[in-house]
């Protein structure tokens, strides 16, 4: 799914929402974890570099993801 929003045109309101920030007040405490961020982490964890990047190619992604469901 990572794949498929970053390959996704700017101006769909998914990939605006993905990429965006939101514009309100944040409560004090420890940030929540995004989804996004867990993604990077187990990524970055099996050794993939440059993973937006890796995402557009939908060949490489797809090699990524196979290798990956072999480590977990």
Known sequence: ????????????TVKEVFLGKPDRIRKAG??????LYCIEND?????????RKRAEDRLAWAI????????L
Not at 43 to 51: A, C, D, M, W, Y
Not at 64 to 71: D, M, Q
């Open 64 to 71: 990524i993801l196979k290798a990956a469901l072999f480590k």
């Open 43 to 51: 990524l970055k964890s099996i050794g993939v570099e440059r993973r």
């Open 1 to 12: 799914m990572a794949g498929h929003l970053v390959r996704m045109s700017d101006d769909r």
């Open 30 to 35: 420890r940030p929540r974890m995004r989804w």
